[in-house]
DNA sequence: TTGTAAGCGTTATCAT
DNA sequence: ATGATAACGCTTACAA
């Protein structure tokens, strides 16, 4: 900078204003220096701006596992919302295996991100996303945390669930099961909330109706796939709800191990309706959360926040749309 | 800092001292600091660091997509080796729809990140990489560039596609086509290279076999596909080599919606065996590139590279291991 | 309109 | 073994 200075013939400070526009400075002084900045490649140092600034133009994002789709969408929409304003992400897979993530919380203070996005997907305690908050601006994607007011992007996923579910009942099936999420995720109460609201609207006794505990992941819908394959076939269920793809796939393939055949054996429907349900057989039907838009919904309202235009008291609505596809069917008659 | 050193009764020096154990300090001074870190919640501002440091601690990835389950696997490895040294991984996807990639050049000059991972992909051209590698240091995952020897991590494409086109051709297979990649990238001139040794092998013209060119996305694999259904039966391909995965979906989608059966009427195989393709009907049959391997191994070889370990002039090469599955059968009769 | 200079929170050199 | 102190490269009062 100094060097920009010097060729330009101006002070120091006289490029610190033309380079963030934040003092006057005479046109032709001006273009002085950005011919110096040209000829020099001169690119500020941003720790040094950083250091002066007391932030850092970057945001964590954390995501349980970039090989969901959904997060790798959602993970998509929040680089292109902060690209959009100059800012920086930077990834942040918490390692199972390892120790509390406070870790963040310390990435969080040490300021080398000036705020978080979270998704918690499959697990995560609000434990540590308590500290986590503490530390400086979150905020959820696709998830809520009843005890703490943090600001959080969320689609109407009950909404979703209760169109999907309403759609299989008027197929006709009466005889369901469903394979629901971590009990401890709000979206998982949201979907089985969902589900059950139809159940009633339909004439069906919600707690009649088995739910099987799963996780999110493929194996815990083959799992729990496996326990209604063993059952009589007159008490079998004739349409599993999965609150979302992965599971419904590991359901599905473990149906297709058993020689029942989807739909007409079993029909089946999923939630979050990722890029490769379409191509699986027979296509699986789903709710489609709008997780591009809701990465990016999310960055822009952490970098409001940052900003001081927002107040971070709010959660964002956006909506989550059935697609009705190949894995439902009315119910056959035994055989 | 100036805060805990009060507390410890110290001099900033000495916590400076403990906090990167850079100095002698007696071991009961260095507890009374260590206690008012921990009293304090002291965490070190990094800005302030990197400026003193002339580095950040800090890498860039840059990916085309991420819901390429290819490179999301890429860079969480990418993520877990940088992670296990403490050094943040900023996630950089070009938007195509934009102007030149110079920017992250200058994001490397600016010195928010300390070096890139380079995944090309399905495009970009050496032009603005060469920009890029004049800034700092960079290595590239699954590619390699001609002209200049920078350091790179690749698998053996070549191997790989010559197992799975030699696989190909045991099986009787004498019509054969090829959906290849973008002719400019590295990936698709060896894949291409290995199916042709493998013709070869089997007393096959090279020449003979038609090459579709396709630009490793799905829809290309649909589009090259449409010709292929285009041609009369008994001159149409028995069997079809797509260069990636994605090309094989897109062509096993487009046979099915035109009534051609997988494997029968025409086997199809793919490369790069994505978690997917083993959901699909028929599980194609594919080559499995140790992608999360690929990716920690790059940040590796980079990191290894900044701290000087590494002149940084080297390639690393990784199995590519053909998967077996059922997308592939001898060519029937004709009907 | 322009320049001087005082920090920002660290690290590292040099006395002590 | 410990502590002043001068950078690191930038922003921003404040003075000119």
Redesign the interface.
């Known amino acids: 900078m100094k060097d920009v200075a010097q060729h330009a013939g101006v002070s120091i400070s006289t490029v610190s204003y033309v380079l963030n526009d934040s003092g006057p400075v005479a046109a032709e002084r001006r273009n002085r220096v950005l011919d110096a900045i040209r000829v020099l490649?001169y690119?500020?140092?941003?720790?040094?701006r950083?250091?002066k600034r007391r932030t850092?133009s970057?945001i964590g994002?954390v995501v349980p596992?970039?090989?969901n789709?959904f997060f790798?969408?959602v993970?998509?929409g929040v680089?292109?919302a902060a690209?959009a304003r100059d800012v920086?992400?930077?990834?942040?897979?918490p390692?199972a295996t390892e120790l509390p993530e406070e870790n963040q919380a310390?990435?969080l203070?040490?300021?080398?991100v000036d705020g978080v996005i979270y998704l918690s997907g499959t697990g995560s305690m609000p434990r540590s996303l308590f500290e986590l908050a503490r530390s400086g601006p979150v905020v959820l994607v696709d998830e809520q945390i009843p005890g703490m007011e943090l600001p959080a992007v969320v689609s109407d996923s009950r909404k979703g669930a209760r169109e999907i579910a309403a759609h299989v009942l008027e197929q006709g099936h009466r005889r369901l099961a469903v394979i629901g999420g971590p009990p401890a995720l709000w979206t998982a109460q949201q979907r089985l909330a969902g589900y059950r609201e139809a159940f009633a609207g339909a004439g069906i006794d919600p707690d009649s109706v088995p739910v099987h505990v799963g996780d999110y992941r493929q194996g815990s819908g083959s799992a729990n796939a496996a326990e209604i394959v063993r059952m009589p076939v007159d008490e079998r269920p004739t349409a599993l709800l999965c609150a979302n793809d992965l599971m419904a796939?590991g359901a599905m393939?473990c149906f297709k191990a058993n020689g029942l055949r989807i739909p007409e054996d079993i029909s089946v429907v999923g939630f979050d309706d990722l890029?490769?349900s379409t191509?699986?057989?027979p296509r699986l039907t789903s709710v489609r959360q709008p997780a591009h838009d809701m990465g990016h919904r999310a960055a822009t309202v952490l970098l409001d926040i940052l900003e001081e235009k927002e107040d971070g008291l709010m959660v964002g609505h956006m909506p989550a749309l059935i697609q009705l596809r190949d894995s439902v069917c009315p119910p056959q008659a035994a055989r």
């Open positions: 490649e690119s500020p140092n941003e720790s040094a950083s250091l850092v970057t994002m596992e970039l090989t789709q790798a969408m993970a998509e680089q292109k690209a920086l992400v930077v990834l942040v897979v390692d310390k990435l203070r040490s300021q080398r796939i393939e890029p490769i191509l699986l057989t």
